[in-house]
């Protein structure tokens, strides 16, 4: 959950948990598919939980937090791939069906559904969890129930008309995990203060200036990679590999005395709790971001150009449900295919498949006073 | 919840727990109240209290099953007052203030609408306890949160805008215990079965045919109470605390040899769970219930006057969000109060405020063998 | 747990439940047995499911707190065991090694041990489940954990070596059960109250009094029934299975009104929960017995005759583990079977096998007033 | 809890969760005492609940391990206490009463002992959390009843006749989860792994060897600190609280590639989870040690010098109750305050009062393959 502890202490669990967890769900709902008739093999069983086992090990320090700072346009989904193609040399080819599966090329579509769809085993997983750790217990989803509906129609995924209402709770659900946990604005800010400090680092680094990092760190620091040298170059993801949350924490707590006063200021902030102020609202702030800014230039503490790293906005958008990105269908009892959210009287209206977009403003509280 | 535990055996607790429950659960809104500087008088605290504890206690046996069985024209709220009256006579005055908060004439409203509202102590009680005791953990609902997030404007009680996500939740999770647990077709079967019961008991006492019964349950078999007769007779309401589920029970399970062959086979089909066979549907079923009646009597097992004992049909309806009678207001941070169905990008858009009707037959198994 | 609800209001949980809770967990043992490599066929698995389903079903209303004032000299396991051979006879002798199981002349002795012993399913069934819905939380067993220690060795059920601690942890559970709450001093003055109340009806059964009661519960009440007559009479097992808990509620609430001073007093105790006093020591109380007595004939309320149904004495015992009868043997990684209170450095030393006797009086309080 | 994740993942759980969760308890504990008349003043409330609060705040890096490696003579208590000074300083005096009962110097001696006793709010808070987060649900001890039962006599903290039961579970509870989770045997040697890594990294740096790591963690390494340096020179607290897990992990996978080929091995140990393995016996393991040692040194695999790093042994004691030490005292009914051991029929008998000693070797797998 990235940086949600700072909001719900309790939200410590690891991504370890959440793939012993999402493979045994898998495991669960293959048993149910196939005692209803559908046809998986031994092998596609063994092969499906090992694609949810690893679906997230191409994850950096901090999570999402970090996807694109560490290294730049590369997805945390590409080094999946990339470590599911190591395993796969070192144990002879056993992770085969496993990584075409992960990549959507498995001829039995429903397959990467189970791995990576609306009603993966993934969300069903996670949102439970983060549900749990986090004690907001609205997130709490009846995934047993869920899995219990699940069936193969047309190829893919899909749920039994008995399944509905739990089908509505599990987006609702998830709904408000997003505005409540995952985007809440002290976990919005604390992110972003993680961004702009890996972000001067970097700038840092590319002038020359000395910075404390593990060896590993270091590389990414003072190099600038791209997706295509992690091909090119087999020992980048070996070191990418080695990072955790530790090689960042250690730094930021050495930078907190570094002689750039952006950095030693941005790392004292999340040292002290002292965080980015983060307003949220559901429209454009770009008065209140130019009040601001003039205040601040006008009291001279801050120089022009390390403006942004003390003062931005930015939007964030989610939809409650994307009825082609998300597609869940139902199987009516009539033997009909319906997306869910054309099925009369349900909760999911088309309504709600327009993305809510929200503003934010994020400044250091230090600029004001 | 009368006879939910025909579907869901672990739902067995009572009204006492509930009673409890909203009782504590009103005492944690009133200090939070009190603590947003609404003003609530000590003795105010402790007639909400008193409402709320006594709300339900003009409930008879099996709970809303009989209620209009029992006695005619009179409902559970009207008996909790004559209950709450006596009371008050008892204890020489000290419900007054309680009962003018049940009643909806005390001056501040917010009083009665924590007893009785979309948003009171009851319905925060029950969903959590019912989605706790039948298992379906899709009703969970962030009680804890939605005290903390209610405040009183213009006199009533409102939810302040950063609360609006749990409120939906609310309204879903209520929604889906609906359709899941109250409104399941077992349970709904089977509380038809014992409202036939007692009407074919009924039928039986007012032709002089002798019953069973305690004779507080026998009183009201033999003759027709209405709510004038509650008003005019004071051992009436004494004769009806005195029932309560063993009364039914125990009289069900001698009438299972009685002579008269309806009753008889109406206790029996309870007695050994060999309940109404129930079919639901969104489509009014007429057509089915034509098929069903010709064909049960053509095969002449069932004399034509028995019949609406084992096959009929009725509809039922709940709507999610009830826009004029449910009226949950919202209290943006701009000031302004705003009905739930009102708010921008709320998910309870105006669409699920009309009404879902669905349709049902019940017919008993053996009517077709 | 009969009247513990009196204490533990939560506690209303049902007999079904813990019978359906225990057959699923025999179900867990076999399995758990069958993977160590024991001998089971799938017929004793099913066998040794129905003996536990069926254990319990030869009790009455209020559990044990009737079970020898209803029907004099018969327990509970007597007529379980009869209902099965009743069952067995319409099922046409599927219960035939159920019935062996149960009566423990079934060759594989480890098969009743897990339906009836220190460590059988019933125990690891209602000790949690009592526990949960009592709230009285330190009754919790780690149940999961037992049942995978569990093995056959010597022809009957021992534990490995590793699960000492849970097995110490189990009986500690037990010990704190029963004197927190199956012997809580006003669970025991509740029961005996409602024994009183049975015996008192008998008695003025004898005398030819007229009493309200079903006529399955008239049977027992006018009748002297002895284990002899349930062999003789067939009839006398199937008036006995028509009664439960309503049966007796509905009488108590009619007989309140009854002619009889005694009768009538101790169901209005019942039903005003103006319960028995207790007191509760470790040494016998009859000085304080001697004084209540002599201070209640002084004053000339009660009659002599009726002194036993306000004011009596008795004792009741418990033994943390009893070394004889209790015998849990531990299978130690030497392969020797010792039993648990040998085992060096165990909790459960030999002075815990002595049993502890507690003695109490009961009375009414209008006795004294 | 250490190392205690390697063997139950789930107990992720952070000191400070431990620390507001004490904090929590004693706020109730203080309350409960003050109903009972228990003289306690506002000013001591808060002192309690900051001696409580930070009673751990001297804490190193992965907890009890580390504790006499990082710094040598010197307790986590008095680095506590350190801090806590410090922390008075910056709050002009206000922790002075927090300090004093945290010393024990306070003339209420029964404060204290809610910080640091056998029934302190740290036991209390942590053997329920661990419980909880390591999912082995036998540790659950009923605080609140505790909690309820609890009362000052003569100076102390008591607990009331009618808690004993309670207060056996919470004994019994506690020995278990010595011997199943702190004591259980990978977490004992991931403990003896982790304080080996920094032997040999302390003595590399002692030879001046070149080492990766933090400035503050590099300064512990290669510096010899003792008790008294910490109280002549200020900046030895401040690096000392600039550590976390994070220096240590940090450093560990740096090493790994560590031209030592000591510190390399056992690095990668702990990284690849390749654990010593370990043997826990209640006797003496002498016997083993040299079969072990002679058949690694005849293979010629290891330096004699290194042995240590990769064969040792060692014990471990505790006992269920110290009745010296632990001395809980129950307030019988009668007024007489008495050790718990020394109860009539109690469980914890005199002889519980002997610590129990185990023994264990630990040796690296590839020592002898």
């Known amino acids: 959950m990235g940086t ?44 499906a939980q090992q694609a949810i086992l690893l679906h997230d090990i191409g994850h950096g320090p901090f999570s999402h937090a970090l996807e694109h700072t560490i290294a730049t346009g590369v997805t945390h989904e590409e080094i999946s791939h990339k470590i599911m193609e190591r395993l796969n040399d070192l144990y002879d080819g056993k992770l085969e069906t496993a990584i075409s599966i992960f990549d959507n090329k498995y001829p039995k579509d429903f397959l990467h559904q189970l791995v990576s769809s609306q009603l993966d085993m993934d969300r069903m997983d996670y949102l439970n969890r983060d549900s749990f750790y986090s004690g907001v217990s609205e997130g709490v989803i009846g995934y047993d129930r869920i899995l219990q509906m699940l069936t193969v129609s047309g190829g893919g995924v899909v749920v039994e008309e008995k399944g509905i209402h739990s089908v509505e709770k599990f987006i609702v659900a998830r709904r408000l995990m997003y505005w409540q946990v995952y985007l809440h604005k002290t976990v919005l800010g604390t992110e972003q203060l993680i961004i702009n400090i890996l972000l001067r680092a970097k700038q840092l680094a ?23 040298d992690f091909s090119s170059d087999r020992k980048i993801l070996d070191l990418f590999c080695l990072l955790d949350d530790a090689d960042i924490s250690a730094s930021i707590k050495v930078w907190a005395l570094h002689e750039d006063e952006v950095l030693s200021t941005l790392c004292n902030m999340i040292l002290d709790r002292n965080l980015y102020k983060v307003k949220l609202s559901t429209q454009p702030l770009e008065e209140e971001y130019e009040q601001l800014k003039n205040k601040a230039l006008a009291s001279g503490k801050i120089k022009e150009e390390d403006f942004p790293f003390y003062l931005f906005s930015g939007s964030t958008s989610n939809s409650t449900y994307n009825k082609d990105d998300d597609r869940i269908n139902i199987l009516m009892k009539s ?32 600029l004001l006073n």
């Not at 309790?10 to 669960?28: D, K, P, Y």
């Not at 020359?208 to 791209?226: H, M, V």
């Not at 009909?336 to 509280?365: F, G, M, Q």
Request: hydrophobic share 40%.
């Open 335 to 366: 033997g009909e295919l319906v997306n869910i959210s054309n099925v009369d009287n349900a909760l999911i209206t088309p309504s709600l498949t327009v993305p809510v977009r929200k503003y934010y403003i994020c400044y250091s509280r230090h």
């Open 4 to 47: 949600a502890h700072f909001v719900y202490p309790g939200a410590v669990h690891t991504r370890l948990h959440h793939s012993l967890g999402a493979t045994h769900l898998m495991g669960q709902a293959l048993t149910i598919l196939r005692k209803k008739g559908v046809a998986i093999t031994d092998e596609e069983c063994v092969a």
């Open 206 to 228: 590319q002038q020359g200036k000395e910075l404390f990092a593990t060896p590993a760190f270091r590389f990414f620091l003072y190099e600038q990679i791209s997706a295509a």
